[in-house]
């Protein structure tokens, strides 16, 4: 049996390495096809190693990282503590034994070199420091700045000069190219601060290798810099760092990161350690993600190879004459999988290196920026990547490879097409795995799983992948009462649905994924706009003090604002405290028993008491509300009113009546009842904090649509709760809602006063836009691609075809006509069915998502049904562009070629 078994073996190896040797020479042969096939399939594996050969290159070793943290330094000391602490090996985590550790505070550089070995050097590092600049007419403040001695050789160490020379007073800075480009300026150049009291020179030009981004380096005697609690320090030791000098230095509370890791013993636990926690619902997503593109490659390749099989029949037919069996014309066809997967895995890994290598300087500065630790590669990623091609190239031949196995030899050796025979068990197929999908996705929305979604997608695909050629064949017997053109391209993708269905499926995958995306996302913008609440009403801007000095000077504010914003009155802002005798306090309507919730959404409530929340209308407030509203307390006697709620002029001379009566007007309703409303002031000083003092004063309830409560309360009634009244800024209407452009004017204008600006800028929803039209190109340049591809395999199947046209009277433009018509069957095809399947997808989500949160408490905002027609207006467009490409590029003179049948 053994023996027996040996044989088999060998005679399979025998029989791949003949369909090998076969399939080496069709690609010799058919060198188009060969250069479509690997294209299609090397691309993808040159993005795959692209990144993952950067991605490895970014990854630093132990000893990159210190070269890169310490530069010439031996160590980097950080006191975090005045208790002692245990530090991981490298410093990089550390944890105290106490929970009433005291903080360093501040740290002087002797008391550092004290516990250091004589002759010990150190140099304060602080890595962090704010900046800010006046560029032009704005100001710049997200610009990084660190403060460090370049001049010494420690600190030197730490970056990459340009250009220049380091800073040595605190008049000078030095700044990275990408800071330079942000600020403006050159080498030489003066940098004025924001509010334009200082200004430094730049001087040199340096690069970190940990942040390629916008950095400006100060000298550490520059002034106002506010810096991190804790100041490192880099140290220049006599000799190695021992245990002695680890243990010595984390008794005192020190964290030190040396070029050689803490020689601790083993028995010291450190808690960051271990492996880190695996994230299986981005592995999921990942593998998910993964499989949509690989099946994408396959329905994309596929038609090329089922060409190949029919423009091969007479071969493959000689071939199961000479004695092959079903199993020797597959692995014929399979082993074309099998070298052009190879040859593509290897092409494309091998420009995925180079491109990776020749990219590095890009990469670098453009998309992690910070410097990669050095060339190297990641072999056990780019194995997978080529294998992965292999398994594309494989799969895509699978199903030709089992239609060549099934084809009429007789047929064959004559050249004859044998129409296809296409079984009712791949449309049941199809029609289960979609109805099956369209489950887990639901399934996988009521539980927000992503992962679950993803893959109930993936299946649906499947499913419609595998009922398209029955609908192709549907749509084929329609076209009989068309003209001939349409009717030969229907006719034809009939025939071919081995090679026409892959391309529809492409594009209906591409398509549906794409719509299914922008619909959740424009349904997920409109449920945002939806929830949104303005903080003020449009135009409404307020000016008040950084300080507690006292507001800004009225006629500067009123200046910029009028000049830059159009406003016609600035009127006052005022506020109630209590005063610096009494403490801080809260001061806060109080909503009646019977109008407050009883629920409170920390509770652990059971479904039947949050269906009980839900129809209860006192609960049917925002989630915020349940907590307890804050109202933001301002004084006014009805001039500021008008400026903060944007209300109606009948509820603003109403309201303008209560307070100038001596009343109050609270912005939620619920806390007004029969004209009156208790206000309660709560001292954070008192002995027993929460009893507050309750008084009730005459109310008016004013529905403002804001998202912000806020408490109006006349001066009267502010000195009846023994609150004392201090100015607080200014409030306008601006002419309209302004551009960016003339507020940043207007906050430059400001910006030497100190103030702080609140403008309402309205919904920020629109951001996600450009993503839809994004998915719509991608999905758009799918369609044209497997349009092309699918119309120029089928122009070159059916030469036959137009040279018989030719032969009887066909006219030229019958080739083009013919081309666009082909071309139409699939981009048509692939984009109505794409779209369908994607809002059937999307729609299935959102049903779940809202049936989810249907039952839930506190109420959420549920998901609308919005479809992107801007995304749709583009699929739309595609087909039409696939077709007249088709047209214009398809040569039409019809020439009459010899036919074999």
Same mark, same amino acid.
């Given at each position: ?58 990854? $630093? ?99 990459? !000069? ?132 690989? $099946? ?44 052009? @997967? ?29 410097? !990669? ?39 064959? $050796? ?15 197929? @199809? ?11 639901? !399934? ?68 549906? @994924? ?47 604002? %009028? ?31 019977? %109008? ?34 804050? !109202? ?160 120029? $395999? ?57 049936? %989810? ?19 749709? @207006? ?28």
């Amino acid at each position: 049996m053994s023996a027996g078994r040996g044989g088999r073996l060998a005679q399979a190896a025998g029989s791949w390495w003949a369909a090998l040797r076969i399939a080496r020479r069709e690609a010799r042969r058919a060198r188009g096809r060969t250069a479509l096939v690997l294209a299609m399939i090397t691309l993808p594996v040159l993005v795959l190693t692209f990144t993952a050969v950067s991605w490895r290159m970014s990854e $630093l070793t132990p000893a990159e990282q210190t070269e890169r943290q310490l530069g010439a330094a031996d160590a980097e000391l950080r006191w975090v503590q005045r208790n002692p602490i245990v530090q991981s090996p490298w410093g990089d985590g550390w944890h105290a034994d106490r929970e009433d550790a005291l903080p360093a505070g501040a740290v002087t550089a002797e008391q550092v070199t004290a516990l250091l070995p004589a002759g010990s050097r150190v140099l304060p590092l602080r890595r962090w420091v704010s900046f800010d600049a006046r560029v032009g007419g704005r100001v710049e403040d997200t610009i990084a700045g660190r403060a460090v001695d370049l001049t010494d050789p420690l600190g030197r160490g730490l970056v990459r !000069f340009h250009s220049g020379r380091a800073p040595a007073g605190p008049d000078e800075i030095a700044a990275s190219p990408a800071a330079l480009r942000r600020l403006d300026v050159r080498l030489g150049d003066t940098v004025t601060s924001a509010d334009g009291t200082r200004s430094w020179r730049v001087v040199g030009v340096v690069e970190y290798p940990d942040d390629l981004g916008s950095v400006v380096t100060l000298h550490p005697t520059a002034g106002r810099m506010e810096t991190e609690p804790d100041t490192s320090w880099l140290v220049d030791l006599p000799g190695a760092a021992d245990e002695g000098l680890f243990r010595r230095l984390n008794a005192h509370g020190i964290v030190m990161h040396a070029r050689t890791p803490a020689p601790f013993s083993d028995d010291v636990t450190f808690p960051s350690g271990g492996l880190p926690p695996v994230d299986v619902e981005g592995m999921s997503i990942s593998v998910l993600v993964g499989g949509l593109g690989l $099946l994408e490659v396959v329905l994309l390749v596929g038609p090329a190879f089922a060409v190949g099989v029919r423009r091969r029949r007479r071969d493959l037919a000689l071939v199961a004459v000479a004695g092959g069996d079903d199993a020797h014309l597959r692995r014929i066809v399979l082993a074309d999988g099998v070298v052009l @997967g190879a040859l593509g895995a290897t092409v494309g890994v091998t420009l995925g290196v180079a491109a990776a290598f020749a990219g590095r300087s890009l990469v670098e500065q453009y998309v992690y920026g910070a410097r !990669f630790g050095g060339y190297r590669c990641w072999p056990e990623a780019l194995a997978v990547i080529a294998a992965v091609a292999v398994l594309a190239g494989v799969l895509a031949a699978l199903a030709p490879a089992w239609t060549a196995a099934r084809q009429n030899v007789v047929a064959g $050796l004559a050249g004859r097409r044998t129409p296809p025979t296409h079984r009712r068990r791949w449309l049941a197929a @199809g029609v289960a795995l979609a109805v099956g999908g369209a489950a887990v996705a639901a !399934f996988g929305a009521a539980r927000t799983a992503p992962a679950v979604i993803l893959a109930g997608i993936v299946l649906g695909e499947l499913g419609l992948v595998f009922a398209t050629p029955t609908l192709v064949g549907l749509l084929a017997r329609l076209g009989r009462s068309l003209p001939l053109a349409p009717r030969i391209a229907l006719r034809d993708a009939s025939r071919n649905r081995s090679s026409t269905a892959p391309a529809i499926s492409a594009v209906m995958a591409a398509v549906a @994924g794409s719509v299914a995306i922008g619909v959740y996302l424009a349904s997920d913008e409109a449920r945002s706009a939806a929830m949104y609440e303005p903080a003020l009403p449009s135009g409404t801007v307020l000016v008040t003090s950084q300080y507690t000095d006292g507001p800004p000077a009225l006629p500067p504010v009123a200046e910029a604002a %009028r000049t830059h914003l159009g406003a016609r009155a600035v009127v006052p802002l005022t506020e109630a405290g209590c005063g610096p005798d009494a403490g801080l306090c809260a001061v806060s309507p109080v909503l009646p028993v019977d %109008r407050a919730c009883p629920w409170v959404p920390t509770d652990q409530l059971s479904a039947a008491q949050q269906r009980q929340a839900r129809a209860d209308a006192r609960c049917r407030t925002g989630p915020e509300d349940h907590f307890g509203a804050y !109202f933001h307390v301002v004084v006014d006697d009805g001039t500021t009113l008008p400026v903060l709620t944007g209300a109606a002029p009948a509820d603003v001379a109403a309201a303008t009546a209560v307070l100038r009566a001596g009343g109050v007007v609270v912005t939620d309703p619920r806390y007004v009842v029969d004209g009156r409303v208790d206000i309660a002031v709560t001292h954070s000083g008192q002995d027993r904090p929460g009893a507050p003092t309750t008084t009730t004063v005459a109310g008016y309830p004013l529905s403002t649509g804001l998202g912000v409560d806020r408490l109006l309360m006349s001066r009267p009634a502010a000195e009846r709760l023994g609150l004392t009244i201090r100015p607080l800024g200014w409030a306008f209407t601006a002419d309209g809602v302004s551009d960016e452009d003339r507020q940043d004017r207007f906050l430059a204008a400001l910006r030497p006063l100190g103030v702080q600006v609140e403008v309402e800028r309205g919904d920020p929803t629109e951001a996600g836009r450009p993503l839809l039209l994004l998915l719509a190109a991608a999905a758009g340049v799918i369609t044209v691609g497997a349009a092309g591809i699918a119309t120029g $395999l089928a122009a070159a199947e059916g030469r036959a075809d137009l040279s018989t046209l030719a032969a009887v009277g066909a006219g030229p433009g019958l080739r083009r006509l013919l081309s666009l018509c082909q071309s139409g069957v699939i981009a048509v095809l692939g984009c109505v069915l794409g779209i369908v399947a994607g809002l059937g997808s999307a729609l299935i989500i959102l049903t779940a998502l809202n049936r %989810r949160y249907a039952d839930l408490w506190p109420v959420s905002e549920p998901y609308p049904v919005v479809v992107p027609w801007a995304t749709l @207006g583009v699929l739309v467009v595609v087909p039409l562009v696939a077709m007249l490409g088709a047209g214009l590029f398809t040569r039409s003179r019809l020439r009459v070629e010899r036919r074999l049948d």
